[in-house]
Structure formats: C-alpha cells, structure tokens
C-alpha cells in the first residue's frame, strides 16, 4: 500500500501558489494614480478614473493636443471612457505590463491632435508610468493665479503659483480647499 499524503502535500502547494500567483497578477492589472508619459491619471475614492492628456510638437509656435477623460472603474474590464476637448469621443483605458494602454478611435479629431497625437491612440497607444502619485482627483485651475500655502486657511499673496487653465493632481480635499 503506497502512502497518499506526499500527493496530497503536492495538491495543496500547487493550489496556495496558483491563489498567491493570481492575487499578485490581479493586483498588477488594477489602475493607479500617477503621470504616464503625457496622461495625468487619478483613479478616485468613488472608483473613477480621471485623466488629462497634453502633449506638444514644433516650436515657434508649437502645435499641441489636450484633452480629458473620465470613466468608472469596474473590477477585471476595460475602462469605457469618454474624452473631451472641444468634441466628445468614447474610448478605453486599460492597465499593462508597465503602464496603460489608452485607446480613442477618434482621438486624433480633438482639437490640435491631428498634427500631435500618434495613430496609436485609434488601435491603443501603450503609455509607460513614469510616476507614481497618490492623487484622488485632477482640478484644473480657474482663477488667474492660484497661490500655494501650507495650511488651508492661510492668504497668500508671496510665492509659488499656478495659473489659469493648469491641471493639478489632488491628494486631498479639506475645509474648501485641495492639496495639491
């Protein structure tokens, strides 16, 4: 009579490594806040992604390409987004290896993109995580000048600014106002 355990110890340490390799792979497949090449990304606390994509070619003057995006985030699926600029184009975001993999159909008919934007975005244009951020929503900037302070409540009037029309990545909200 041959002894069964052996067989059995086998079984389970190939079931644990299948269940800790699965878990490891679907937590690599999940969207993270960060900058991908030229795409801010910030997946939010209501499980939203939010996206601002700005790139420019040439110079005197440069030709460039803006637009947003947004989408709601559904466990193991593409993210359906719509993007926008001056028209609206549906399109996907999805995770990869080293980045994500943004597809538009029509993404070169925002406005600027034709002269800036790969043909990739029409058949997905891979981006690479340049960097990781925390950020839980992107705001773009509506007063002229936007001064930063330490604390909420401070009244800047000296120091480091942002203008009119930049995007920021946000790490927080608190008492009216967005850290930054």
Not at 45 to 50: G, L, R
Request: hydrophobic share 40%.
């Amino acid at each position: 009579m041959t002894d069964k355990r052996p067989l059995t110890r086998w079984s389970l340490a190939a079931t644990l490594l299948l269940c800790v390799g699965t878990s490891a792979f679907a937590q690599d497949s999940a969207l993270h806040s960060g900058k991908y090449e030229q795409l801010m990304l910030a997946v939010t606390p209501d499980h939203q992604v939010e996206g601002y994509y700005a790139e420019e070619r040439g110079e005197d003057p440069p030709f460039s390409c803006a637009f947003y995006l947004k989408g709601n985030v559904e466990a193991g699926k593409d993210v359906a987004v719509s993007s926008w600029s001056d028209g609206a184009y549906p399109g996907t975001l999805k995770p990869s290896t080293d980045g994500v993999t943004l597809t538009i159909e029509q993404g070169q008919q925002h406005s600027g993109c034709l002269n800036v934007l790969m043909p990739d975005i029409a058949t997905g244009l891979d981006l690479t995580q340049t960097a990781s951020k925390q950020w839980i929503s992107l705001v773009k900037v509506k007063a002229d000048k936007a001064w930063l302070q330490k604390t909420p409540n401070a009244k800047a009037t000296r120091g480091a600014y942002i203008v009119k029309g930049d995007v920021v990545g946000v790490l927080a909200f608190k008492d009216g106002a967005a850290q930054v």
